[in-house]
């Protein structure tokens, strides 16, 4: 089985900042895309970043200059760096990966995080 843990998440001031953690683990043969995605009350879930086993990055226009995504491949471990941070940033952020699980399965599958709260309030 394959699990996401997101960690980091909490509440923190306007204009603060917060780096939210994934670590995937289980039986896993090889990562391809991450991303992180969040979603706010009464809104749907949108995505904020992604960024492809090779390291290239997209991002929301919301969080551009922002929010830094990143990787460490060794560690099976997405990263999100948060800068800046508005009540308007305030959403459960979900991580997820599409991998190739590993042992007899060989199966490529989407995985989610069961998501990390961060909270932007004075």
Same mark, same amino acid.
């Not at 995605?37 to 997209?58: C, D, F, H, M, W």
């Not at 226009?61 to 508005?86: C, E, H, W």
């Not at 459960?92 to 995080?113: H, P």
């Given at each position: ?8 998440? /909490? ?16 039986? $896993?043969?090889? $990562? ?9 009350? /009464? +809104? ?19 969080? +551009? /200059? ?8 060794? +560690? ?47």
């Amino acid at each position: 089985q394959v699990q996401l843990v997101e960690s980091g998440g /909490g509440l923190v001031q306007p204009g603060g900042s917060l780096r939210l953690s994934c670590a995937a683990s289980g039986s $896993i043969f090889s $990562i391809n895309a991450m991303g992180w995605y969040r979603q706010a009350p /009464g +809104k749907q879930r949108e995505l904020v970043a992604v960024i492809s086993s090779g390291g290239s990055t997209n991002y929301a226009d919301s969080v +551009k /200059g922002r929010f830094t995504i990143s990787r460490d491949n060794a +560690k099976n471990t997405l990263y999100l760096q948060m800068n800046s941070l508005t009540p308007e940033d305030t959403a459960v952020y979900y991580c997820n990966a599409f991998l190739r699980e590993g042992g007899g399965s060989m199966r490529w599958a989407d995985y989610w995080g069961k998501g990390t709260l961060v909270t932007v309030s004075s």
